[in-house]
């Protein structure tokens, strides 16, 4: 029973903020790399950010010093702040838990997706 589940998009103009969250289920939330990663049309799902279960923190170019991942381990929530938005981050959101399994390969589980839309 891994649920994740995405709250926060919208519609926003061009230079403005929103605040993405994605409420996990169960027991493992601590131990998981969270991630958040977009999909536009036609193209391949790709990764925005992510933050290990201790904090540390990767970005993909084109969102460094926009954007911020945080986790709150005791709420079993993962949040991204979105800030100086631009019509190219349009997308569907879509919130990931990586967790290493006790035979060392990682599993994927995947929220269903919020949309993402700033207009210019």
């Known amino acids: 029973q891994v649920q994740l589940v995405e709250s926060g998009g919208g519609l926003v103009q061009a230079g403005g903020s929103l605040r993405l969250s994605c409420a996990a289920s169960?027991?493992?939330?601590?131990?998981?790399?969270m991630g958040w990663y977009r999909q536009t049309p036609g193209k391949q799902r790709e990764l925005v950010a992510d933050?290990?279960?201790?904090?540390?923190?990767n970005y993909a170019d084109s969102v460094k010093g926009r954007f911020t991942i945080s986790r709150e381990n005791d709420k079993n929530t993962a949040y991204l702040q979105m800030n100086s938005l631009k019509p190219e981050d349009t997308a569907v959101y879509y919130c990931?838990?990586?967790?290493?399994?006790?035979?060392?390969?990682?599993?994927?589980?995947w929220g269903q997706g919020t949309q993402v839309t700033v207009s210019s």
């Open positions: 990931n838990a990586n967790l290493i399994r006790s035979d060392g390969k990682p599993q994927d589980y």
């Open positions: 169960g027991t493992w939330f601590r131990r998981s790399k």
């Open positions: 933050i290990a279960g201790r904090g540390s923190t």
